[in-house]
């Protein structure tokens, strides 16, 4: 019953910012033991992990690409989760994809639940 909905990409020029929210709808939970990533998939290349936080304790981790750049936060009465983008590459670009899972990992086969995604695309 729970979706993960996606929004805030667009278009910005390296070095500008951009937030992304996912937001969990629905009737359904988000349970605390539950871990929420982001991750990334530009064209032609694997899913790849960029940040995650653990629902309930707030523990984060981030890929060494983007640390020190991004900050993943949450909202829990919100249901929600952030991702803070600032200093953007080009290298950046990508369909960024919220997710949920039930481990602390960076794998995208731990998570079992996905958002639709959305682009982000960083001009030069």
């Known amino acids: 019953q729970v979706q993960l909905v996606e929004s805030g990409g667009g278009s910005v020029q390296a070095g500008g910012s951009l937030k992304l929210s996912c937001i969990a709808s629905?009737?359904?939970?988000?349970?605390?033991?539950?871990?929420m990533g982001w991750f990334r998939q530009a064209p032609g290349k694997e899913r790849e992990f960029v940040a995650l936080i653990r629902w309930h304790s707030g523990t984060t981790l981030y890929a060494d690409s983007v640390k020190g750049r991004f900050i993943i936060s949450k909202d829990n009465a919100k249901r929600s989760v952030y991702l803070q983008m600032s200093s953007l590459k080009v290298e950046d670009t990508a369909v960024y994809f919220c997710?949920?899972?039930?481990?602390?990992?960076?794998?995208?086969?731990?998570?079992?639940?996905w958002g639709q995604g959305t682009q982000v695309t960083v001009a030069s």
């Open positions: 997710a949920k899972g039930s481990q602390y990992s960076s794998r995208p086969s731990d998570y079992n639940l």
């Open positions: 629905g009737p359904g939970r988000v349970y605390s033991s539950s871990v």
